[in-house]
């Protein structure tokens, strides 16, 4: 059974546009992160959010924790080419993050 | 890429073979950890090690089994292969701290 589901399946947007993307997971948690896939490419990190803190940022990534609705959000500031991947909101309930559960991903596109 | 990898990254196999993946780390991870990625999903975990000889199984460990006999060196093994396991397959390793790095990533197909 999948803890972490993220909505839309599928995003496309214009370069300078904001993207979000949302997860949404079934049990309470310790950390919630979010990693990005480029095609063919083993997964980045990107944010960790543990499960007393509400908001992170990094660069032109904010993402959002609420543990009361059990979902996160993750918002990509004035998108680039670059950005397009597919992005995956990962779950533990224990101490080792490599122990997350994944959802099935985002995929974004962002157009020149 | 926090200096794991994976190999081969390529491999086609014949249905009922053994095959052995290798995925090995210079970062002195205590933790390391084998998952499957297959189209439009995200990844299940097969099989984690939390130590050198300390092994569990995963959500999806069927047909597989590990071995780690050195801190840097994490071995998956399939030891049928069936074409249910055509895959890309995912090595990862971390500190215990919250951030897992993963490798590059082994296509397997089996024919």
Partial sequence: ?112 | DAGITQSPRHKVTETGTPVTLRCHQTENHRYMYWYRQDPGHGLRLIHYSYGVKDTDKGEVSDGYSVSRSKTEDFLLTLESATSSQTSVYFCASETGQGEAFFGQGTRLTVV
């Fill in chain 1, 1 to 112: 059974s999948q803890q972490g589901e993220e909505d839309p399946q599928a995003l496309s947007i214009q370069e300078g546009e904001n993207a979000t993307m949302n997860c949404s997971y079934k049990t309470s948690i310790n950390n919630l992160q979010w990693y990005r896939q480029n095609s063919g490419r083993g997964l980045v990190h990107l944010i960790l959010i543990r499960s007393n803190e509400r908001e992170k940022h990094s660069g032109r990534l904010r993402v959002t924790l609420d543990t009361s609705k059990k979902s996160s959000s993750l918002l990509i500031t004035a998108s680039r080419a670059a950005d397009t991947a597919s992005y995956f909101c990962a779950t533990d309930v224990g101490t080792n993050a490599g122990k997350s559960t994944f959802g099935d991903g985002t995929t974004l596109t962002v157009k020149p």
